[in-house]
């Protein structure tokens, strides 16, 4: 029976151990962008902590060995526990490197989850278990802990409990496994009553932060983002914020603005009319990302246009801005159009399959901060792209800013260029992000920017418009490289960009 609780036992600490990597994983990919440097380095750190940890194990007596794992399992699940909330605040509130306070904690917890295996191998071993059937029974559960929380993590546990509740889960598991490996060997422990009152008082604070954890998430976005929240979700794909100061409603994803109510007015007048202000005999047109449903609502303004197909990866966005007043209100209820079909797909999978051509084309995604946004900036995107858009069709593309980005801002108009468009650069600006860039792409080259609208508009007229096409010597043209999909270059170029801005 002993024997079985130490094998189970590795089961639970290997689930454990991979799901506080993945929560400080995905924590500072949302935190900081490029998930692949992330992710890299804290693999890198956490298995190089857990060969020190495995090290370091060979110096706990044999008869300490169950004690010491006791106690490893109580440290674990406490700073493991707490590590997610630690590192939200820390970004929040805090003056402390987050970085320097990331590695700190992914090392503590690899050091611990390295001893543990030794541990529970020692463990067995002074029971007379057979060498080949220890290691193999034991390596068998921790690799099957390793793919459970491999799978739970993206479908169950980040959408549905977020990350912080997420850490605070698997710390109380470690001390469920400090609990009963107290009670299945009682007889051998000394001081017991003092670790069942340390085991006790540390699932205490493990369960109270977990009661507490939207309080604490609240908390810290109020003071990662200033304003008052009053929409928040944690997806498979992004972390949803709206935030409210006055009359401002403010959009971000991942802890970056998308939108200011106050401005936002002009950039999607930017986006959507030098396409479709040229476009007067335009029927179908296709909207890439804008999940937000406030370039749709621009669209729709035009009595010819009789269909919108509006591809975004994230249900939860579009539902947000279908459902919720305040959201519904600012994009003027454009998502439950009759006209509007939302197709919540990943819009590269999507081009592959799609059938049908498109007078215009709006693609409107995040910036290409990370390697799953680049892709849909390379060539093969544009290929696709291309293939759906009528011969005298346009296409827009939202482009970063060629005065904060200009090496990504131009690698996107050598993109387009690479796959065959005609491009016409062009920028407006937007008070809530500085100077911002738009390119538009024509199967045939001769586009020239409307003289006129047909609609009234808050932002655009004839002046605007042909200062939006001319670009002083500051923001003027960089001979880039196309974004390829198997280098990406363009989310370097975006790094290298802002680097310097915050710089």
């Known amino acids: 029976m002993t ?12 689930s454990c151990g991979l799901a506080y990597e993945l929560v400080a994983g995905a924590l500072s990919s949302y935190l900081l962008g490029d998930s692949i440097l992330q992710f890299s380095t804290i693999i890198g750190c956490y298995l190089f902590a857990m060969g020190v940890g495995a090290h370091v194990s060979k110096y706990v007596a044999d008869e300490d060995v169950l004690a010491r794992f006791i106690d490893i399992e109580l440290a674990v699940g406490l700073i493991g526990g707490v590590s997610a909330a630690l590192l939200f605040m820390s970004f929040s509130w805090m003056t402390a490197p987050f970085r320097t306070l990331l590695y700190v904690l992914v090392f503590l917890v690899g050091l611990l989850v390295g001893m543990e295996v030794p541990l529970v191998m020692r463990a067995l071993n002074a029971r007379q278990t057979a060498f080949t059937e220890l290691v193999s029974r034991v390596l068998t559960f921790d690799y099957l802990g390793a793919l459970a929380v491999s799978l739970l993590f993206p479908l169950v546990l980040a959408p549905h409990l977020g990350l912080v509740r997420t850490g605070f889960l698997f710390g109380m598991l470690n001390v469920g496994v400090a609990c009963w490996t107290l009670y299945a060997f009682r007889a051998e422990l000394a001081d017991l009553a003092g670790r069942v009152l340390r085991a006790c008082a540390v699932l205490f604070l493990l369960a109270l932060g977990f009661g507490l954890s939207e309080r604490m998430v609240d908390w810290g976005e109020h003071g990662l983002f200033g304003d008052e929240v ?15 100061w006055k009359d401002d409603l403010r959009l971000y994803i991942n802890g970056n603005l998308q939108f200011s109510s106050r401005d936002e007015y002009r950039y999607h007048e930017a986006l959507v009319h030098p ?6 005999w335009a029927r179908s047109v296709l909207v890439l990302g804008g999940g937000d449903g406030l370039a749709l609502r621009e669209i729709l303004r035009y009595p ?46 999507w081009l ?9 084309a709006i693609v409107d995604f995040p910036d290409p901060s990370s390697f799953a946004l680049g892709k849909l900036y390379s060539v093969p995107f544009y290929g696709l792209l291309k293939k759906r858009v009528s011969e005298n069709g346009l296409v827009v593309v939202q482009s970063t800013s060629p005065f904060f980005a200009p090496r990504a801002y131009w690698t996107i108009d050598a993109t ?12 407006a600006y937007v008070p809530s992000f500085g100077e911002w860039g738009f390119i538009l792409a024509a199967n045939r080259p001769g586009y020239a920017p409307p003289e006129r609208y047909a609609l009234p508009m808050r932002y655009l007229n004839a002046d605007t418009t042909r200062e939006m096409f001319a670009f002083p010597p500051d923001m003027a043209r960089l001979p880039m490289a196309p974004n390829r999909l198997n280098t990406q270059s363009l989310v370097r170029e975006f790094e290298h960009d802002w680097r310097q801005v915050i710089r």
């Open 304 to 349: 010819n246009i009789r269909h919108v197909t509006l591809v975004d990866l994230d249900p939860a966005m579009t539902r947000a801005f279908t459902q919720r007043a305040e959201l519904k209100a600012l994009n003027r209820g454009s998502l439950s159009d009759p006209r509007v079909t939302v197709i919540n797909a990943d819009a590269a999978q």
């Open 352 to 360: 592959q399959h799609a059938d049908g051509m498109f007078d215009a």
């Open 416 to 427: 387009l260029r690479e796959v065959g468009f005609a491009t016409y650069p062009y920028h």
């Open 275 to 280: 396409v479709l202000g040229a476009l007067p």
């Open 3 to 14: 024997k079985r609780i130490l094998i189970l036992s590795v089961f639970v600490v290997a």
């Open 230 to 244: 009053v929409y928040a979700t944690s997806t498979p794909y992004q972390r949803l914020v709206v935030t409210r």
